[in-house]
């Protein structure tokens, strides 16, 4: 089981308090939450590696680019969850809710994975 996870600063709060409604026991934290706010995807990634906390993200864009760089010099990250905006609300509280159910953490240690499965 996954149940701690890390949401970047404009991930749709209306998933993480559906997850949470649903889920009470997963962890979720935003990084407004541990004092990152406006960092930089990289600062957000490593803080995640560090907390062993998945990172769930709508930035398809530079939030992958700063997860590959990484994982190419050999650093770690718990894993990287790409949820497009455009994905269904209630699809992302589903497919999240499943990850966190049916996996673990050493299934996404070095992982992208992009929703809807």
């Known amino acids: 089981m996954i149940s701690r996870f890390v949401t970047d600063e404009d991930f749709n709060q209306v998933i993480v308090d559906q997850v949470r409604r649903k889920r009470p026991g997963l962890d979720i934290v935003g990084v407004r ?3 990152l706010d406006g ?4 600062v957000i990634l490593e803080w ?3 907390h ?3 990172v769930l993200s709508h930035d398809v864009n530079t939030m992958t680019k700063h997860a590959i760089e990484p994982l190419e010099q050999g ?3 718990p894993g990287l969850v790409i949820v497009p905006q455009e994905l269904d609300i209630g699809r992302a509280i589903e497919d999240i809710i499943y990850i966190s159910e049916v996996g673990n953490e050493a299934d996404l240690d070095g ?5 809807p499965f």
């Open 33 to 35: 939450g541990v004092g």
């Open 39 to 42: 960092a930089a995807d990289p």
């Open 48 to 50: 995640a590696a560090q």
């Open 52 to 54: 062993h906390r998945v």
């Open 75 to 77: 650093f770690a990250l």
């Open 111 to 115: 992982q992208l994975m992009f929703l």
